[in-house]
């Protein structure tokens, strides 16, 4: 191994093993790849807040009947 001039045997090694790493690293995503999965996060999320949504709602009308309040009653509270 051939060190650079004003490097020390144990800079230069260190340097060879970040070199080495560097290079096992696997490539980096494409922009699409990177696009697609945040578009795929988003609707996911999308999907669990309509989720808890809805069960706001069911919560909220089995609270209100529990309260005797009638049913037909309830969407326009």
Same mark, same amino acid.
């Given at each position: 191994m051939?060190?650079?001039r004003g490097m020390t045997p144990a /800079?230069? @090694?260190a340097v060879e *093993? +970040?070199?080495r790493l560097y =290079? *096992? +690293?696997p490539p =980096? %995503? /494409?922009v699409e790849e990177v696009e697609a999965a945040a578009a795929v996060l988003a609707s996911a999320d999308a999907e669990e807040e309509a989720r808890l949504a *809805?069960?706001?709602r069911e919560e909220e009308a089995?609270?209100?009947q529990a309260q005797g309040v %009638?049913? @037909?009653v309830t969407p326009t509270l």
């Open positions: 051939a060190t650079a /800079a230069a @090694d *093993e +970040l070199t =290079r *096992e +690293l =980096r %995503p /494409a *809805e069960i706001a089995a609270r209100v %009638p049913a @037909d």
